[in-house]
C-alpha cells in the first residue's frame, strides 16, 4: 500500500470550478499564477524542495488557489511529509470535493502512511463512490479501504505474538531463510553466504537446543544457487528450486528440482518433468504429507508479479498431473507465494500483498471445506502481519510451533530464522505420525517392504510409500479418519494395523512400531498368528462392515500370489456375554472371512476357520482397550 501518487499531480485536474468560493489556474492572479507555473516545473525537473517554495508564494499570493494546494499537497508527499501533505489535500477538497475526486484517493494513501486507518479508508470509500472514470483507480481504492478496514481492527485486537531467535547454531552473519521440517524434527533451510551463492543446511532439535547446521550434502554446488525447498514430512525426498542450470532438465529461469534420502545420503537433484517446469518461474514448492501434493508459486515474465500459487498431484505411475491454478479469491493479483501445506492436508499458509491486510505482503491461512475446496483466506493479524513484507512461514506437526525468516531488528545479519506459537485461530487440525522399523522375524535383518495407509471409510490409498534401507518409514496422519496400515513383501506374511483417528490425535504420542514380517515357508514349524486389525463386523454379528474390504483384500492378495499357502482363520470375542454365544459368534466369523476369500475364486482346499469364543485373550478385558483388542480375526498357516 505505497503512495502511487504521480511526481505532477496537476494532471489529474479539472481547470473548471466556482471562482466566487475558490480560484483555479484560468482565474487565479497573474502573480499566483506566475509562481504556480515555476513550482510545476520545478517539480517536473526532480526539485520538490524548490518547487514547494514557489508554491507556498502561489498560495500566498492566492489563499484559495486549489490547483496550488492540489500540487503542494503532491510535492510534500515527494518530500514524505505526510503530515502536510493531508493539511493540503483536506484544505483543496474542503473547497470542493468535486473538483478532482482523485484528491480522496491520493488522500487515503497519505493517511495509510500515517496510520490513520480509519479515516484512510473513509476517503478511499469516497473516490470508489466519485464520478471518477478511471476503473482500475476505483478497484485499487476498494483495495485500499479493505486493507484500511482491517488494519484498523487488527490493531486494536492485537494477537499474541513473541518471536524467538533459533540460535548462533542456525543464525550466522549471512542470511538464512526458507525454513522446511519433517515430521520429527529436522530442519533444513536455505543459507545465502556473502554473495549470491546459496545452499541448503540441515539441523536437528535435540536436548533442548538446534544441533550447529551443517551442509545438506550431496544437494549444494559450488556453481549454482540451491534454495526455497521443501523437505517432505517423512523425510525421503526434498523438492527444491535451481535457477539457471545447464542440464537437459531445465526449463527456464528457475525450476523445480527433486531429490531422495538413500542410504548412501541425497541424490543429485533432478528436474521435474514439463508438467511441473516451464519457460517461466517456478519457485517455492511444499509438499503434502501424502506424498503426492505438490503446491508452488509460478510467475509470469519472469520473477515479476503477479506470482500465483498452483497445485499438482501425483497420479498412479508415479507422474504428475497438470498442475491446476489454485482459485482466484487465493490468487488475486500481485504476489501470492511461499505456499506451505500443514501435514494435516486440510490448512495452507501463503504470503499475498492484494488481500486485505497490513500493508506489504501478509501471511495468510485457508482451510479445506468439507466438499475439497479451499476456504476463504484468513489474515494471520498483527503484529505477526505489519507493513514490511511476512512470508516464509512453516508450522510444525504440532499445530502451534511456526517458523518464519524476518531482517528484524536485533538478529544476526540480513534475515535470520524465528520461531514463535501460533495464534489457536490459525491453527491446523491435529495430526499425528507412524514411525516404525520394519524387519524379518527369522533374521532380524531390516527389509525394504511396501508401507501403504488406506483411508478406511473410502478405501482410498492416503500414502504409499517403501521403507527406506534400514527398514523404517514415517507417516503423517491427520485426524479425523480411520486408517489402515499395510506393510507387504514378496515372500513375507503382511503385517497390518489399524489407527483410530476420528475422534483425536496428538503429536504426544506417535506411533512407534517395531513389525515383524514372517517368510512364507522354511520357517521350521514357527508360524504366529497374523492378526487382522482392520476387518470388521456389525456389533454382534457375523456381518462383514464395509471397511473390512481393504484387509481382506490385501488378504485375497496374499494367497493368489502364494498358491501353495494354506491358512486357518480364526475368530475371537472379549468375554462380555455368555460363553457360548461368544463361541457361536467368533465361529460365524472367521467362516464369514472364509466365505469372502471363497468368493474371490481362492480354492476351498487351501483354507478352514475355527472359533475360540473368548478362551484367548490377548489383554485383560478389564478395559474398553483391552475388550477391543480380544475382538480380533486372525489366521495362520497350515
Same mark, same amino acid.
Request: charged residues 25%.
Given at each position: 500500500?505505497?503512495?502511487?501518487i504521480p511526481?505532477?499531480?496537476l494532471l $489529474?485536474f479539472?481547470s473548471v470550478?466556482?471562482?466566487?468560493?475558490y480560484?483555479?489556474t484560468k482565474?487565479t492572479?497573474?502573480?499566483a499564477?506566475?509562481?504556480f507555473?515555476a513550482g510545476?516545473?520545478?517539480?517536473k525537473?526532480g526539485?520538490?524542495?524548490?518547487?514547494q517554495?514557489?508554491f +507556498?508564494k502561489?498560495l500566498?499570493?492566492?489563499p484559495?488557489f486549489?490547483?496550488?494546494?492540489?500540487a503542494?499537497?503532491d510535492?510534500f508527499v515527494?518530500?514524505?511529509?505526510?503530515f502536510?501533505a493531508?493539511k493540503?489535500?483536506e484544505e =483543496?477538497?474542503?473547497?470542493?470535493s468535486?473538483?478532482?475526486?482523485v484528491a480522496?484517493?491520493?488522500?487515503? #494513501? /497519505? +493517511?495509510?502512511?500515517?496510520d490513520?486507518?480509519?479515516?484512510?479508508a473513509s476517503?478511499?470509500?469516497?473516490y470508489?463512490?466519485?464520478?471518477?472514470k478511471?476503473?482500475r483507480?476505483k478497484?485499487?481504492a476498494?483495495?485500499l479501504?479493505?486493507?484500511?478496514?482491517f *488494519?484498523a481492527? *487488527?490493531?486494536?485486537n !492485537?494477537v499474541?505474538f513473541?518471536p524467538?531467535s533459533?540460535?548462533?547454531?542456525i543464525?550466522t @552473519?549471512?542470511?538464512?531463510?526458507f525454513?522446511?521440517?519433517t515430521?520429527?524434527?529436522v530442519?533444513?533451510f536455505?543459507?545465502r553466504?556473502?554473495g549470491?551463492d +546459496?545452499?541448503?543446511?540441515?539441523?536437528e532439535?535435540?536436548?533442548g537446543?538446534w +544441533?550447529k547446521?551443517?551442509p545438506?550434502q550431496?544437494i549444494?554446488? !559450488?556453481?549454482?544457487?540451491?534454495?526455497a525447498q521443501?523437505i517432505?514430512p517423512d523425510?525421503?525426498?526434498?523438492?527444491l528450486?535451481?535457477?539457471?542450470?545447464?542440464?537437459?532438465?531445465? #526449463?527456464?529461469a528457475c525450476?523445480?528440482y527433486?531429490?531422495?534420502?538413500?542410504s548412501t545420503?541425497?541424490?543429485?537433484? /533432478?528436474?521435474?518433468?514439463?508438467?511441473l517446469?516451464s519457460?517461466i518461474?517456478?519457485?517455492?514448492?511444499?509438499?503434502g504429507a501424502?506424498n503426492?501434493t505438490i503446491?508452488f508459486?509460478?510467475?509470469v515474465d519472469?520473477?515479476?508479479?503477479?506470482?500465483?500459487?498452483? #497445485?499438482t498431484?501425483?497420479?498412479?505411475g508415479?507422474?504428475?498431473d497438470q498442475? =491446476?491454478?489454485?482459485p482466484?479469491?487465493?490468487n488475486?493479483?500481485g504476489?501470492v507465494?511461499?505456499p506451505?501445506l500443514h501435514p494435516?492436508g486440510?490448512?495452507?499458509y501463503?504470503s499475498?500483498?492484494?488481500?486485505?491486510?497490513?500493508g506489504?505482503s501478509?501471511i495468510?491461512?485457508?482451510r479445506?471445506?468439507a466438499?475439497?475446496?479451499w476456504?476463504?483466506?484468513?489474515?494471520l493479524?498483527?503484529?505477526?502481519?505489519?507493513?514490511g513484507?511476512?512470508?516464509?512461514l512453516?508450522?510444525?506437526?504440532?499445530?502451534k510451533?511456526?517458523?518464519f525468516a524476518s531482517?528484524r531488528?536485533?538478529g544476526?545479519?540480513?534475515?535470520?530464522?524465528y520461531t514463535f506459537e501460533l495464534p489457536?485461530?490459525a491453527?491446523?487440525?491435529?495430526v499425528t505420525?507412524?514411525? =516404525?522399523?520394519?524387519?524379518?522375524?527369522?533374521?532380524g535383518?531390516?527389509?525394504?517392504?511396501k508401507v501403504?495407509?488406506?483411508?478406511?471409510?473410502?478405501g482410498k490409498v492416503?500414502?504409499?510409500?517403501?521403507?527406506?534401507a534400514?527398514?523404517?518409514?514415517l507417516?503423517?496422519l491427520?485426524?479425523?479418519k480411520?486408517?489402515a496400515l499395510?506393510?507387504?513383501?514378496?515372500? $513375507?506374511?503382511f503385517?497390518?494395523?489399524?489407527f483410530n483417528?476420528?475422534?483425536?490425535?496428538?503429536?504426544?504420542?506417535?506411533?512407534?512400531?517395531?513389525i515383524k514380517?514372517?517368510?512364507?515357508?522354511?520357517?521350521e514349524?514357527f508360524?504366529?498368528?497374523?492378526v487382522?486389525?482392520?476387518v470388521?463386523?456389525?456389533?454382534?454379528s *457375523?456381518?462383514?462392515r464395509s471397511e473390512?474390504?481393504?484387509e481382506?483384500d490385501f488378504?485375497v492378495?496374499?494367497l493368489?500370489?502364494?498358491?501353495t499357502?494354506?491358512?486357518?482363520i480364526?475368530g475371537?470375542?472379549?468375554?462380555v456375554?455368555?460363553?457360548?454365544?461368544? @463361541?457361536?459368534?467368533s465361529?460365524a466369523?472367521?467362516k464369514?472371512v472364509?466365505?469372502y476369500?471363497?468368493s474371490k475364486?481362492?480354492? =476351498?482346499?487351501?483354507?478352514?476357520f475355527?472359533? $475360540?469364543?473368548?478362551?484367548?485373550p490377548?489383554?485383560p478385558n478389564?478395559?474398553?482397550?483391552?475388550?477391543?483388542?480380544?475382538r480380533?480375526?486372525?489366521?495362520?498357516v497350515?
Amino acid at each position: 500500500m505505497r503512495p502511487l501518487i504521480p511526481a505532477f499531480f496537476l494532471l $489529474f485536474f479539472h481547470s473548471v470550478g466556482n471562482a466566487q468560493t475558490y480560484t483555479t489556474t484560468k482565474t487565479t492572479s497573474a502573480k499566483a499564477l506566475s509562481s504556480f507555473n515555476a513550482g510545476s516545473d520545478e517539480a517536473k525537473h526532480g526539485q520538490p524542495a524548490i518547487a514547494q517554495g514557489y508554491f +507556498e508564494k502561489a498560495l500566498k499570493a492566492d489563499p484559495l488557489f486549489i490547483d496550488a494546494k492540489l500540487a503542494l499537497a503532491d510535492n510534500f508527499v515527494t518530500l514524505r511529509d505526510f503530515f502536510k501533505a493531508e493539511k493540503y489535500f483536506e484544505e =483543496a477538497i474542503a473547497l470542493d470535493s468535486n473538483y478532482a475526486p482523485v484528491a480522496f484517493f491520493f488522500l487515503a #494513501q /497519505v +493517511e495509510w502512511e500515517m496510520d490513520k486507518f480509519e479515516e484512510c479508508a473513509s476517503h478511499a470509500a469516497s473516490y470508489a463512490r466519485s464520478s471518477a472514470k478511471n476503473e482500475r483507480r476505483k478497484r485499487n481504492a476498494e483495495r485500499l479501504m479493505a486493507s484500511a478496514q482491517f *488494519a484498523a481492527k *487488527a490493531i486494536k485486537n !492485537p494477537v499474541a505474538f513473541e518471536p524467538k531467535s533459533l540460535g548462533d547454531s542456525i543464525n550466522t @552473519q549471512w542470511m538464512e531463510y526458507f525454513p522446511s521440517l519433517t515430521a520429527d524434527g529436522v530442519l533444513v533451510f536455505t543459507r545465502r553466504d556473502g554473495g549470491s551463492d +546459496e545452499n541448503l543446511y540441515r539441523s536437528e532439535f535435540r536436548n533442548g537446543a538446534w +544441533e550447529k547446521a551443517q551442509p545438506l550434502q550431496g544437494i549444494n554446488t !559450488p556453481n549454482y544457487g540451491e534454495a526455497a525447498q521443501a523437505i517432505s514430512p517423512d523425510g525421503s525426498w526434498l523438492a527444491l528450486t535451481c535457477c539457471n542450470r545447464e542440464d537437459e532438465g531445465s #526449463q527456464g529461469a528457475c525450476d523445480l528440482y527433486w531429490s531422495q534420502l538413500k542410504s548412501t545420503g541425497w541424490t543429485k537433484p /533432478v528436474a521435474f518433468s514439463t508438467s511441473l517446469n516451464s519457460a517461466i518461474w517456478e519457485s517455492q514448492p511444499s509438499i503434502g504429507a501424502d506424498n503426492k501434493t505438490i503446491i508452488f508459486s509460478r510467475g509470469v515474465d519472469g520473477v515479476t508479479p503477479p506470482v500465483a500459487l498452483w #497445485q499438482t498431484v501425483r497420479v498412479p505411475g508415479g507422474k504428475w498431473d497438470q498442475p =491446476a491454478k489454485l482459485p482466484d479469491y487465493i490468487n488475486v493479483g500481485g504476489k501470492v507465494q511461499t505456499p506451505f501445506l500443514h501435514p494435516d492436508g486440510q490448512t495452507l499458509y501463503f504470503s499475498a500483498d492484494s488481500l486485505p491486510g497490513m500493508g506489504g505482503s501478509d501471511i495468510y491461512f485457508t482451510r479445506k471445506e468439507a466438499d475439497g475446496t479451499w476456504g476463504k483466506p484468513q489474515n494471520l493479524g498483527y503484529p505477526i502481519n505489519t507493513k514490511g513484507e511476512e512470508g516464509m512461514l512453516v508450522v510444525s506437526i504440532d499445530g502451534k510451533t511456526a517458523y518464519f525468516a524476518s531482517d528484524r531488528p536485533g538478529g544476526r545479519g540480513g534475515l535470520d530464522l524465528y520461531t514463535f506459537e501460533l495464534p489457536e485461530f490459525a491453527r491446523p487440525q491435529a495430526v499425528t505420525y507412524a514411525k =516404525a522399523k520394519v524387519s524379518n522375524l527369522m533374521t532380524g535383518y531390516p527389509i525394504t517392504a511396501k508401507v501403504e495407509f488406506v483411508d478406511l471409510k473410502t478405501g482410498k490409498v492416503f500414502v504409499s510409500s517403501s521403507t527406506k534401507a534400514d527398514g523404517t518409514f514415517l507417516v503423517c496422519l491427520p485426524a479425523g479418519k480411520d486408517y489402515a496400515l499395510n506393510v507387504n513383501k514378496e515372500k $513375507f506374511l503382511f503385517f497390518s494395523e489399524n489407527f483410530n483417528l476420528v475422534e483425536s490425535a496428538t503429536i504426544d504420542k506417535p506411533f512407534l512400531l517395531d513389525i515383524k514380517l514372517m517368510p512364507i515357508g522354511n520357517t521350521e514349524g514357527f508360524m504366529p498368528p497374523i492378526v487382522l486389525r482392520n476387518v470388521f463386523f456389525e456389533t454382534g454379528s *457375523a456381518l462383514l462392515r464395509s471397511e473390512s474390504m481393504v484387509e481382506l483384500d490385501f488378504l485375497v492378495k496374499l494367497l493368489t500370489e502364494s498358491p501353495t499357502l494354506k491358512i486357518q482363520i480364526n475368530g475371537h470375542t472379549d468375554n462380555v456375554g455368555d460363553d457360548a454365544v461368544n @463361541q457361536k459368534l467368533s465361529e460365524a466369523r472367521a467362516k464369514a472371512v472364509q466365505d469372502y476369500l471363497l468368493s474371490k475364486n481362492i480354492p =476351498a482346499e487351501r483354507l478352514r476357520f475355527k472359533g $475360540f469364543g473368548e478362551s484367548q485373550p490377548l489383554e485383560p478385558n478389564d478395559t474398553p482397550a483391552g475388550r477391543a483388542r480380544n475382538r480380533r480375526t486372525e489366521f495362520v498357516v497350515w
